[in-house]
């Protein structure tokens, strides 16, 4: 079974193919950081407007890549949410409209299950069940994953995400976008120690995730240095962050993995890609004698391979595929509304 997966939900246009006996053939992929970049952030309708421009020429490179035609495909998977509504709208309407011309059926994803699954592109995945910390833009979520849409929340964020936590303060130190790359870059110059931050809800009993009060700290730390911020200053006030932020991660997701008895962490999602995280998380691997498992970087932004692997684990796990011309998005579209809604 040979899936198409299309990624349109943010500001990566991601196209893919994955067969099912072979594995991912080919994945082609467009960034616009660039184009954003003049703005400080994702503007929606230059995002949707750039996606309309770049899917046609991807579906034609990734098809080239794996030496397959158009008529190869049988089946369509598309990131139905969540997301910027547009730029969904673009991937929808793209996928649904190929889907009736080659009179093919399409499988909306979610995103979030994508990242959630992405670490079973490796060459050596995790097997279920397994704990997740999935770590994506504006999400921070632990969860334990026993299969294709079977997900029980063990945690998640309560306000700011990591993700959205280090863009927060990547700005307030001054850094070009995307500010929380830029921020994971300039943590490596800094000096260990020289700032203390708050390590928000490490000792909440419970594992939800707070990370605003830790923008709010990196705010005041701020307007105590006063302008014009030096570069020792936002390097080691940047290390300061990103280890406060590594040091909950690690340390809840060591708690689910106590809480559930499961030797497996997966780690997903763009802030997976950070390295600090992944040295620790190791570390404690090789201490506390479980595995942790991360996409390749890659696969750790947005991307159509992770689209067209879920969609074809949600056809093999038994969801029935459905019939094309539904041009329905779901900006808003909670994981556990999805895994608990029969598209299992």
């Not at 800094?190 to 605003?212: C, E, I, K, T, W």
């Not at 040091?247 to 008895?261: D, I, M, N, P, R």
């Not at 692997?309 to 796990?317: D, F, H, T, Y």
Request: with cysteine.
């Amino acid at each position: 079974m040979l899936v198409l997966g299309i990624e349109s939900s943010c500001d990566e246009t991601g196209i893919a193919l994955y067969d099912s006996q072979a594995g991912l053939l080919s994945h082609a992929l467009h960034s616009q950081v660039a184009m954003h970049a003049d703005y400080g952030g994702v503007v929606p309708e230059l995002a949707s407007r750039d996606h309309i421009r770049r899917t046609v020429p991807l579906l034609r490179e990734a098809l080239a890549r794996a030496g397959r035609q158009l008529n190869d495909v049988d089946a369509i998977a598309y990131t139905r949410g969540p997301g910027l509504a547009g730029a969904l709208l673009v991937g929808c309407a793209f996928a649904e409209a190929l889907a009736v011309a080659l009179a093919r059926p399409t499988i909306p994803v979610h995103h979030l299950e994508g990242h959630l699954l992405s670490p079973l592109l490796s060459s050596d995945p995790p097997a279920f069940p397994f704990v997740a910390l999935l770590v994506s833009g504006g999400h921070t979520q632990l969860m334990r994953v026993t299969g294709v849409g079977e997900y029980e929340v063990l945690g998640e964020t309560v306000d700011d995400a990591a993700g959205e936590a280090f863009d927060k303060s990547a700005k307030l130190l001054g850094l070009p976008y995307p500010g929380g790359a830029f921020l994971s870059q300039l943590a490596e110059q800094g000096a260990p120690g020289v700032y203390q931050l708050p390590r928000p809800m490490l000792h909440s009993g419970d594992l939800n995730f707070s990370f605003s009060g830790l923008k709010t700290a990196v705010l005041t730390l701020v307007r105590e240095q006063g302008e014009p911020l030096d570069e020792a200053f936002k390097a080691d006030a940047a290390l300061a962050f990103q280890e406060a932020i590594v040091e909950v991660l690690v340390k809840k997701s060591l708690k689910a993995l106590k809480q559930t008895g499961l030797k497996q962490l997966v780690v997903a999602g763009g802030v997976g890609a950070n390295r600090q995280l992944r040295a620790t998380l190791d570390d404690e691997a090789r201490r506390k004698r479980f595995r942790v498992f991360y996409p390749e970087l890659e696969f750790c932004t947005d991307n159509g391979a992770m689209i067209a692997l879920a969609g074809c684990l949600r056809l093999q796990s038994g969801t029935p595929a459905k019939q094309a011309g539904d041009f329905a998005v779901q900006p808003r579209w909670p994981l556990m509304d999805m895994a608990a809604s029969g598209t299992k």
